[in-house]
């Protein structure tokens, strides 16, 4: 299972933030390909009240350490060798300007659930 890690600063100099994400489906299709990278078969999207309050993403990839959950939402972490480390941070930041909340629950070698949750109105 790989190991999250921090970008060397001369990677991180060189990323010119490209990953925008402006709305929900956005975050959807980033955690979609997260998971299809953490090598899931299977991948869950449930949603209620159109996705407005409540999107769950599910999926039976390698999972998450508990040791390196903290680290998933730091910018410049990635276990990617081609990654850039904001895909979650600006996922994060951009549920959180809307005052909602993106949580994760994973074990490893079975998976991996994230939570968008937002304010209805």
């Known amino acids: 299972m790989p190991h999250i890690h921090v970008l060397d600063q001369i990677t ?13 489906a956005s975050i959807v299709k980033e955690l979609v390909e997260n998971a299809i990278d953490a090598g899931s078969t299977s991948v869950t999207v449930e949603i209620k009240d159109g996705g407005i309050s409540f999107i769950r993403i599910r999926d039976n990839g390698c999972g998450i350490e508990q040791d390196q959950l903290d680290q998933i939402f730091q910018a410049f972490h990635t276990t990617k060798q081609e990654g850039t480390g904001l895909g979650l941070s600006l996922s994060k930041r951009i549920i959180e300007a809307h005052h909602g909340t993106l949580r994760v629950e994973s074990v490893p070698g079975e998976g991996t659930t994230f939570y968008i949750l937002l304010p209805l109105g």
């Open 12 to 24: 991180i100099d060189k990323i010119a933030a490209g990953e925008v994400i402006e709305r929900p």
